[in-house]
């Protein structure tokens, strides 16, 4: 194989034993470099880990590398265990984070980690999971990172070298394989250069601004397939049914996509499927949506119509250009501003060329375009020019440790636990204001541990090996099981309790009237929650912990009286790929319980709670064996 230059100098720092860090641009080819790792160990008979930041990416690469490794290759998510002992093994950063403090024993047969999107450390709310994982890394394991590009790669390096005391290789390639080209739609017109926004911007008079004409131009000018980008799930479907009116396939390809769409369907269960079967005309012609509100198994024939090139015009949502590797010609954006954890905001430089890096096809096109909507009343020429000529923004530290991860520290280092905090990069790049409040979150979190009784005489009660075990959920069920009220709720009542724990409602929903066991767990929660953050206020913690939400009780109710999925969607305003969701994502804290010091009685209804629950369209597992 012939590697470009970036790919080669990376490759040959790995074959000389060091670890390697690689900043470049979405679609330049970092994945190869992955590949090589693997391969390499493959070869020498060792193992590899690979992390991705979401359970979706996860799935995605287990399918992809299963092509070339067959039974050399396992998952472990939360919600999929699949062969988990294999020579490369596939998991989300958060498990790997988890096995790197709890147990490290398990990782002596793995000499590489690669952790893919490792920007992601930058990312609100789950951050923090990454700066542990590199803080926590086995000393003999050798890491790949692979990243978006950022200008504090260096810095970040050597961050890392100063905590394991090794040399890390920085290679970083700024220039894509396939230059972009950008454009913008503003009232109606399109213009390639921002400067002539100000002129267009000023005349109110002109034309509304119409996804439609913009489809019909990118046609007109053969700049298909495009990918089109909004922040909303429903903006998605009403976009797809606005174009509706065009036909992008010939008679052959409009029968092979037919022909393609009924086998998929049928392989993966969905020939009876409402949403699939909505999906059909506009398959038919060409147009698909995706986002996480559909079906998974439904998300996954989409994308394998448009990595066939029969699909010319996707509408998604952001999570399409997450390391999937699924360019296209064009790629648009119907706004620039979205949401950061609590704000709306112009989107981050880094943020618009991950997801414009979809643009141009490595072997097919000589150039990507992208073109951005442009609605001067949101966003000026100054704010548009930052989004897309400024420097991409560093990688910041959102360091911000758990109450497991406390707890497991406590277990390993009682009081010299807060020597870890200056391995942190957030200690490494923040001024000593910054540093001494990240120190008293640690020494308030501890303080807290210590009052409701997890930590004693400098060691955790079981109480705190219970709380250890479950990360995002501690104290709120932490409480629960002092109590005694975790062990003796019934399995309906059990399966409620995670599902309203996981569960995060959207702006307008609507709590439904809810049944009188449902509302007894609600009073039983409320009360637990509200001790808990009296406690949390008092010592200034925040995040505070997650509140219950009880949205889908009745749902997961009628799911375990057997009823089937189109049945129980009747009972919530949930999109339905959310429902799904979050049912998997209760089966993974019940999971968690497992490994906590319930009793063997507990245990036995935990497991016979799963069964009922992961079924039919729920089981994430039986979607990758297909």
Same mark, same amino acid.
């Given at each position: 194989?012939?590697?470009?230059?970036?790919?080669?100098?990376?490759?040959? $720092?790995?074959?000389?034993?060091?670890?390697?860090?690689?900043?470049?641009?979405?679609?330049?080819?970092?994945?190869?470099?992955?590949?090589?790792?693997?391969?390499?160990?493959?070869?020498?008979?060792?193992?590899?880990?690979?992390?991705?930041?979401?359970?979706?990416? =996860?799935?995605?690469?287990?399918?992809?590398?299963?092509?070339?490794?067959?039974?050399?290759?396992?998952?472990?998510?939360?919600?999929?265990?699949?062969?988990?002992?294999?020579?490369? @093994?596939?998991?989300?950063?958060?498990?790997?984070?988890?096995?790197?403090?709890?147990?490290?024993?398990?990782?002596?047969?793995?000499?590489?980690?690669?952790?893919?999107?490792?920007?992601?450390?930058?990312?609100?709310?789950?951050?923090?999971?990454?700066?542990?994982?590199?803080?926590?890394?086995?000393?003999?394991?050798?890491?790949?990172? @692979?990243?978006?590009?950022?200008?504090?790669?260096?810095?970040?390096?050597?961050?890392?070298?100063?905590?394991?005391?090794?040399?890390?290789?920085? *290679?970083?390639?700024?220039?894509?394989? *396939?230059?972009?080209?950008?454009?913008?739609?503003?009232?109606?017109?399109?213009?390639?250069?921002?400067?002539? @926004?100000?002129?267009?911007?000023?005349?109110?008079?002109?034309?509304?601004?119409?996804? &439609? =004409?913009?489809?019909?131009?990118?046609?007109?000018?053969?700049?298909?397939?495009?990918?089109?980008?909004?922040?909303?799930?429903?903006?998605?479907?009403?976009?797809?049914?606005?174009?509706?009116?065009?036909?992008?396939?010939?008679?052959?390809? !409009?029968?092979? %996509?037919?022909?393609? $769409?009924?086998?998929?369907?049928?392989?993966?269960? +969905?020939?009876?499927?409402? =949403?699939?079967?909505?999906? +059909?005309?506009?398959?038919?012609?060409?147009?698909?949506?995706?986002?996480?509100?559909?079906?998974?198994?439904?998300?996954?024939?989409?994308?394998?119509?448009?990595?066939?090139?029969?699909?010319?015009?996707?509408?998604?949502?952001?999570?399409?250009?997450?390391?999937?590797?699924?360019?296209?010609?064009?790629? *648009?954006?119907?706004?620039?501003?979205?949401?950061?954890?609590?704000?709306?905001?112009?989107?981050?430089?880094?943020?618009?060329?991950?997801?414009?890096?979809?643009?141009?096809?490595?072997?097919?096109?000589?150039?990507?375009?992208?073109?951005?909507?442009?609605?001067? !009343?949101?966003?000026?020429?100054?704010?548009?020019?930052?989004?897309?000529?400024?420097?991409?923004?560093?990688?910041?530290?959102?360091? !911000?440790?758990?109450?497991?991860? &406390?707890?497991?520290?406590? /277990?390993? $280092?009682?009081?010299?636990?807060?020597?870890?905090?200056?391995?942190?990069?957030?200690?490494?790049?923040?001024?000593?204001?910054?540093?001494?409040?990240?120190?008293?979150?640690?020494? !308030?979190?501890?303080?807290? +541990?210590?009052?409701?009784?997890?930590?004693?005489?400098?060691?955790?009660?079981?109480?705190?090996?219970?709380?250890?075990?479950?990360?995002?959920?501690?104290?709120?069920? /932490?409480?629960?099981?002092?109590?005694?009220?975790?062990?003796?709720?019934?399995?309906?009542?059990?399966?409620?309790?995670?599902?309203?724990?996981?569960?995060?409602?959207?702006?307008?929903?609507?709590?439904? #009237?809810?049944?009188?066991?449902?509302?007894?767990?609600?009073?039983?929660?409320?009360?637990?929650?509200?001790?808990?953050?009296?406690?949390?206020?008092?010592?200034?913690?925040?995040?505070?912990?997650?509140?219950?939400?009880?949205?889908?009780?009745?749902?997961?109710?009628?799911?375990?009286?057997?009823?089937?999925?189109?049945?129980?969607?009747?009972?919530?305003?949930?999109?339905? /790929?959310?429902?799904?969701?979050?049912?998997?994502?209760?089966?993974?804290?019940?999971?968690?319980?497992?490994?906590?010091?319930?009793?063997?009685?507990? #245990?036995?209804?935990?497991?016979?709670?799963?069964? %009922?629950?992961?079924?039919?369209?729920?089981?994430?597992?039986?979607?990758?064996? %297909?």
């Amino acid at each position: 194989m012939i590697y470009d230059p970036f790919q080669e100098k990376a490759i040959n $720092y790995i074959k000389e034993g060091h670890s390697v860090i690689v900043s470049a641009p979405t679609g330049a080819g970092k994945t190869v470099i992955a590949e090589y790792v693997i391969n390499d160990c493959l070869t020498k008979g060792t193992k590899a880990i690979y992390t991705a930041p979401i359970k979706a990416l =996860s799935n995605q690469k287990f399918r992809d590398f299963q092509e070339n490794f067959r039974d050399k290759i396992g998952i472990l998510t939360g919600d999929v265990t699949i062969n988990p002992s294999a020579e490369i @093994l596939i998991m989300t950063t958060e498990i790997f984070r988890n096995k790197c403090l709890e147990e490290t024993n398990n990782l002596s047969d793995y000499s590489w980690i690669i952790f893919d999107e490792i920007h992601y450390l930058d990312d609100y709310e789950r951050g923090s999971v990454w700066e542990e994982s590199l803080i926590f890394l086995p000393q003999k394991m050798n890491m790949l990172a @692979l990243s978006a590009t950022i200008p504090n790669i260096d810095e970040f390096a050597k961050w890392i070298e100063s905590i394991h005391k090794k040399p890390l290789k920085v *290679v970083k390639e700024d220039k894509r394989p *396939v230059p972009l080209h950008f454009f913008y739609q503003c009232h109606n017109s399109i213009v390639d250069d921002i400067r002539k @926004l100000k002129n267009i911007a000023h005349h109110e008079h002109l034309k509304a601004n119409k996804p &439609v =004409s913009l489809i019909k131009y990118l046609n007109e000018n053969n700049r298909l397939p495009c990918i089109y980008f909004s922040f909303s799930r429903r903006r998605c479907e009403t976009l797809a049914e606005e174009i509706l009116g065009f036909n992008f396939l010939d008679a052959q390809e !409009n029968q092979k %996509i037919k022909t393609m $769409y009924r086998e998929l369907r049928e392989r993966f269960g +969905l020939l009876n499927e409402k =949403s699939a079967a909505y999906l +059909l005309p506009f398959i038919e012609k060409g147009i698909a949506f995706h986002h996480a509100g559909m079906l998974p198994t439904l998300k996954e024939v989409v994308e394998r119509l448009f990595t066939s090139r029969l699909i010319k015009v996707i509408f998604t949502t952001e999570t399409f250009a997450l390391g999937i590797n699924m360019p296209a010609r064009t790629v *648009v954006f119907d706004e620039l501003r979205k949401f950061y954890g609590s704000f709306f905001a112009a989107m981050k430089t880094r943020d618009f060329y991950q997801m414009a890096g979809r643009a141009g096809r490595r072997g097919i096109d000589t150039e990507g375009f992208v073109y951005s909507r442009v609605n001067p !009343n949101y966003t000026s020429a100054q704010e548009l020019y930052k989004i897309i000529y400024a420097s991409p923004e560093k990688v910041e530290s959102r360091f !911000n440790t758990s109450y497991a991860t &406390v707890l497991n520290l406590y /277990g390993k $280092y009682k009081e010299k636990l807060y020597d870890i905090y200056p391995y942190s990069f957030h200690c490494f790049r923040a001024s000593r204001d910054y540093q001494k409040k990240a120190l008293d979150l640690m020494y !308030n979190k501890v303080r807290i +541990l210590k009052d409701l009784g997890y930590i004693k005489n400098n060691s955790l009660t079981k109480k705190g090996i219970f709380a250890s075990k479950i990360y995002g959920y501690e104290l709120s069920l /932490g409480e629960l099981y002092d109590k005694g009220i975790l062990e003796n709720l019934s399995e309906s009542e059990l399966g409620i309790l995670c599902l309203a724990l996981v569960f995060e409602p959207r702006k307008h929903s609507v709590l439904p #009237k809810l049944n009188k066991l449902a509302k007894s767990l609600k009073n039983i929660t409320d009360n637990t929650l509200h001790n808990i953050e009296k406690s949390e206020k008092r010592l200034k913690i925040r995040p505070a912990s997650k509140k219950y939400y009880f949205h889908l009780s009745n749902c997961l109710e009628a799911w375990m009286r057997n009823e089937n999925f189109d049945g129980i969607l009747r009972l919530t305003d949930t999109d339905e /790929g959310e429902v799904i969701r979050y049912f998997r994502m209760a089966i993974q804290i019940l999971r968690e319980l497992l490994d906590t010091p319930c009793s063997e009685e507990f #245990k036995s209804k935990i497991y016979k709670l799963m069964n %009922i629950i992961n079924r039919d369209i729920i089981d994430a597992e039986k979607q990758l064996r %297909i």
